[in-house]
């Protein structure tokens, strides 16, 4: 006995709920095919939407940065950590978000932190859409303002918590597309809330940056309402084949994240190597655009070839397409008949998602063949016919 049977006992029944976690590793740089014990699968399951993780020009940037600068930058930001290009990374950034300022954080993560732990305090309301990110959630618990979730397609409530004279500054938060459903939210209704309200509208762009918009910028842009969204936060994880997080807004909005927020001041800055590898890929973003209309292209035809097939693809307008399930055990054998096949997609389960929309997330890259796409959607009939996947009523 070594004190841990609490443990072992937790372990044990997601187990048997089939929630347990676990990771496959590969083996090769990211990319539409990747080696995992020694297999090539073609990978359906990455957010490396416009093929840059792995891109020849972001290992060129890596090997000339790590050459200048070393690999870590030793200290805090504020300390001695602030390096040059983080600075030319920041001066990017905001001209790419259309803002005056932007900010570098070590992950999306501490971006959604560093914004709701600083700017919402008590007496403040925060607006949540249900579905939005762990980060963006967990930060508006932590952040000491009463926060309230809303659904999207039904803002009456959100309205009626907005019209209230007894907050002193009211936000709303949302992800443009959703991560796990490929959905868009109504980001007109939510500028005209906010307009109506004086409420402050905090967009995060992570899957959507580098990825929509005329010049990348992301969902907002490609509504015309770039300019409403009053502080973009979006990640470098995805698109941008990098890591880091990036809050872009207006110059005082920055300011104080600068000097109070906790997830920017306590923690070491980001390499420089990786600013230097976003940086590098923001470069691409901008000069192949045709990389976004790959993207679009290869995600309208999934959803289109899963619709008639019948599958629950939710409402996705984008590159995730979600293909719902229900349960947690077919979940798995669903994606454990992809992998034989060749296909890497992970099952995903509560609680990631709601118990009962346990399904596979497809996600689309830009650098996906048109033949590796259809033998993904055969392969998807197969498993219809053999029964492991099915139609469901919408
Ligand atoms: N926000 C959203 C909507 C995400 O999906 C993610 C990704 O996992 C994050 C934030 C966190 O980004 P990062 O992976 O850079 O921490």
Known sequence: ?????FIRRQLDELREANLVRSWRTVDSAQGPVVSIDGREMVLFCSNNYLGLAGHPATAAAVCDAVRRYGYGAAASRLVSGTMRPHIELEAE????????????????????????????????????????HASIIDAARASGAEFHTYRRGSLSRAEKLLASESYRQK?????????????????KALVELKRRYGAILVVDEAHAFGCMGPTGAGYCEAMGLLGEADIVVATMSKAFGATGGVVAAAKPVIELLVNKARPFIYTTAPSPVNCAAALANLGTIRAEPERRQRLAKNASYLRERLSAMGLDTGESCSHVVPVIIGGEKETLAASAELYKRGFFIAAIRPPTVAPGTSRLRISLQSEHTAQQLERLCSAIEELVTCGFLSARPR
């Open 93 to 132: 950034l905001a001209t790419f978000c259309q803002k005056e300022a932007a900010l570098v954080l070590p992950s999306g993560w501490t971006a959604n932190e560093a914004v709701l732990t600083t700017l919402p305090q008590r007496g403040d309301l925060v607006l949540l859409d249900k579905l939005d």
């Open 1 to 5: 006995m070594d004190g841990f049977e």
């Open 171 to 187: 936000y709303i938060v949302t992800e443009s597309i959703f991560s796990m459903d490929g959905d868009a939210a109504d980001i």
